[in-house]
């Protein structure tokens, strides 16, 4: 049975979701160092919030973990490349809790703009101050949006309700596109910030938005104006709005989010003045919590189960039907990698995969990554997969280059694969026969329609009388069975290729005999699967 860990708390429909998926639930949320360490290692697949960091170090002997669920939607807490290269899929599930976060930063505005939190505090130890708590209205102000995604956008449209004035910057955001959504968009964050009267960020923490808005960027906004932050510590630098509050620079921050969570004493923001801080409740609310519970584990569930990838960040997605549909293309491509793997010699420097006919519009991705699996599986230490074939192959100075030809030539679909070493250009090309039978229909310019399954002893020879007759006697000889033969050859005498599909692997004395033919220009044995016979990741 599976094993699923929980490492946060996670809402208990999501248990029940994964409980009756037939997975067995370690629900210990809150572990740490070895202990959570052995726990993921002993998981199939993992579902953590925002407090469990899972790091590189945690991953490196992943065990049996496959699948990393983060219900939400920062993936900043994992290391992804990490997870990546150990083959593990990492998915998140977004949208689950944008309407909280974006009402969770309406909340942080307004008790800001009239200093709830501040009066409250005075009132619960005996004061009744009304001149001190003066406050400000939001209508006919101006927010800026820096980020309009998700909860970027949910945000402008709340503001609107509010008579707000809304400007926006988002670099995959159009001006066009933010006028349909009642939002100025602008070119720059710099180009924003003398403007607003509020500034809501919403943008991931990633290299380019770390510290996006430091001391130069404060001092550029008006003396009145108000930060806030729901997305992530680190995104503002701290000590430079701590110290810009202090300055009275800036009129007041709302913070939800921080560079090291829980903070510790010495965050500048604690001490800071007219701030409203609060510890990462952007999607605490029930429903965000139900939402992003269901949502991981029907993801951990559907991806333990019937294999389905979504909403992944590291892979390209795959639904059960794309999966049912493209399997047979998922294992032909997988063989020609492997195919490719043993004949080729010399140093391995571009592929370049052509997904002909009815292939070019299907999810031709997985199928490039299935290559790489082949191509590379052989020679790496176990397990590579379709996550992170591509990221070893680039690592290995391997360009992939997938090309899509809707063009039909013989066949329907047709799957080419072009291997480029420091030596030559190795070309192999497969098709599906009645839509299940895998066969490899071209070997370097050759023809042919040989079996991709089991052993394959490959000739280029020249075609003379009685070669084909001399292979079979001296694999005879030794005790090899021939299954099936394939010939592909141009012209009458010319060069011409063979595939043997052999029952067994032939000894090396055979296939120095079948070699030192005067009229054999080369050998290679493939092992290829036995037929249907698929690794895990494809299962
Ligand atoms: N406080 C919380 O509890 C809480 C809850 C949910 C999400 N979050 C955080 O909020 C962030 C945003 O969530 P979302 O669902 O809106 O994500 P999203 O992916 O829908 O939107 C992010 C937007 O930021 C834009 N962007 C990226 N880099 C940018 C840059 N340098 N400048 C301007 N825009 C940039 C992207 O184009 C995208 O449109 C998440 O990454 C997460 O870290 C926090
Ligand atoms: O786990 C949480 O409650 C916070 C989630 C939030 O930061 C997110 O990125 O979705």
Redesign the pocket.
């Known amino acids: 049975m599976p094993r699923v860990l929980i490492a946060?708390p996670l809402d208990a429909n999501g248990i029940e979701i994964l409980t009756k998926a037939g997975l067995e639930v370690d629900n210990r949320p809150g572990l740490k160092g070895d202990d959570l360490k052995s726990a993921l290692r002993a998981a199939d697949a993992v579902i953590?919030?925002?407090?469990t960091k899972i790091t590189a170090e945690l991953l490196e002997e992943p065990g049996k973990l496959r699948a990393i669920a983060?219900?939400?939607?920062?993936?900043?807490?994992i290391d992804v490349p990490a997870a990546t290269r150990k083959g593990i899929v990492v998915m998140?599930?977004?949208g689950?809790?944008t309407v909280s976060?974006a009402e969770h930063t309406i909340a942080l505005m307004m008790s800001l703009a009239r200093r709830v939190p501040a009066a409250d505090a005075v009132m619960k130890k005996g004061g009744w101050d009304r001149n001190k708590f003066v406050g400000t209205e939001v209508t006919g102000k101006t927010l800026g949006v820096i980020g309009l995604g998700r909860i970027g956008r949910e945000v402008a449209k709340r503001a609107i309700g509010l008579e707000m004035k809304v400007v926006g910057y988002d670099p995959f955001v159009t001006p066009e596109k933010a006028a349909e959504l009642g939002i100025k968009g602008v070119t720059s964050v710099e180009a924003m910030l003398p403007l607003v009267d509020f500034l809501t960020i919403h943008v991931p923490l990633t290299n380019e938005t770390k510290s996006l808005l430091g001391a130069a960027e404060l001092a550029k906004m008006k003396k009145t104006a108000r930060v806030l932050n729901v997305a992530?510590g680190g995104i503002i630098d701290e000590q430079a709005l701590a110290d810009a509050l202090a300055a009275g620079t800036i009129a007041g921050a709302g913070i939800d989010?921080f560079s090291v969570e829980p903070t510790t004493a010495d965050n500048p923001l604690l001490k800071a003045p007219n701030i409203v801080l609060t510890p990462?409740?952007?999607?605490?609310t029930v429903e965000?919590?139900e939402n992003?519970a269901l949502e991981a584990a029907h993801l951990i569930a559907d991806f333990l189960n019937k294999g389905i990838v979504a909403n992944a960040v590291n892979m390209a997605a795959v639904d059960r039907k794309e999966l049912d549909e493209l399997r047979q293309y998922v294992d032909l491509a997988r063989r020609l990698g492997l195919l490719h793997a043993q004949m080729c010699r010399g140093q391995i420097k571009k592929v370049t995969l052509t997904y002909k006919g009815d292939l070019a519009g299907r999810k031709t991705k997985l199928l490039t990554s299935a290559f790489t699996a082949g191509l590379l599986e052989s020679r790496l230490a176990p397990g590579v997969n379709l996550v992170n074939a591509e990221v070893f192959a680039r690592e290995r100075g391997i360009e992939i280059v997938a090309v899509a030809s809707p063009k039909k030539d013989d066949f329907a679909s047709l799957m080419q694969a072009d291997v480029e070493t420091d030596e030559k250009t190795y070309t192999a090309a497969g098709t599906l026969f009645g839509n299940q039978y895998l066969r490899l229909v071209r070997l370097g310019h050759f023809r042919l329609e040989a079996y991709l399954d089991g052993v394959l002893f490959i000739f280029s020879h020249f075609d003379r009388p009685g070669l084909i007759g001399f292979v079979g006697t001296t694999f005879g000889k030794h005790g090899v069975n021939i299954a099936a033969m394939n010939l592909g050859r141009q012209t009458p005498g010319g060069e011409a290729i063979g595939v043997l599909n052999l029952d067994g692997l032939p000894p090396q004395e055979a296939v120095d005999a079948a070699a030192a033919h005067e009229h054999i220009a080369s050998v290679s044995v493939v092992k290829l699967p036995p037929e249907g016979e698929m690794p895990a990741w494809l299962r």
Do not use: F, K
Request: aromatic share 0%.
């Open positions: 946060d953590a919030r925002s407090q983060r219900a939400g939607v920062g993936v900043d807490t998140n599930t977004p689950g809790n976060a992530r989010v990462h409740l952007g999607a605490s965000a919590q992003v």
